[in-house]
């Protein structure tokens, strides 16, 4: 951002108003050994991006405001696009809905229906976020012996 005369004062000081302003760094910022100009390796403070975007909005240096303009920029780009895949969503629901009414199912019915569908979409979700490649349900282990309970055994 700014030259300092001395960035290890400067460094230790925004640690200090990071921690007065409720953030506490200790538990996210991490040392590794990292060559220095002079060839040596010493440690270095690192962090991810999220923590670093973060400690630039305590910086109090005018060379600094560049880059929280870009910030609030980039988020309200952001934010709109989000609102807008919103909208995309709300007009899939709506569109559904219709489609259902038009089929001449009650509102009751719809309703639940769109429900079930989002519960499934969240329960795949999450599947895919722990790394479950593929979730069937195995027709070989239907008869009409089992019970429902055990024709709908996942295998995973």
């Known amino acids: 951002m700014g030259v300092s005369k001395n960035p290890r004062r400067y460094w230790s000081d925004l640690k200090k108003k990071l921690k007065r302003e ?8 991490v040392q590794l050994k ?3 100009s002079d060839g040596k390796k010493y440690n270095t403070d690192v962090a991810n991006r999220e ?11 005018p060379s600094a405001e560049q880059a929280k303009q870009w ?9 709109k696009e989000a609102a807008g895949e919103l909208d995309i969503i709300e007009q899939a629901i709506e569109k559904a809905k219709a489609k259902y009414r038009e089929e ?3 509102e009751q019915w719809i309703n639940r ?3 079930v569908k989002h519960i499934r979409k969240i329960l795949t979700d999450e599947w ?3 790394g479950i490649a593929k979730i069937r349900l195995n027709k070989g ?3 009409k012996n089992r019970s429902r309970q055990s024709r709908n055994c996942l295998i995973i």
């Open 71 to 79: 910030l609030a920029a980039t988020g309200e780009e952001r934010l």
């Open 51 to 61: 923590t670093i975007l973060r400690i630039l909005q305590s910086i109090s240096h």
């Open 104 to 106: 001449g199912y009650n």
């Open 128 to 130: 895919k976020n722990r």
């Open 22 to 29: 409720g953030f506490q760094l200790y538990d996210i910022i």
């Open 141 to 143: 282990l239907m008869s």
């Open 113 to 115: 229906r769109i429900n």
């Open 34 to 36: 990292l060559e220095a």
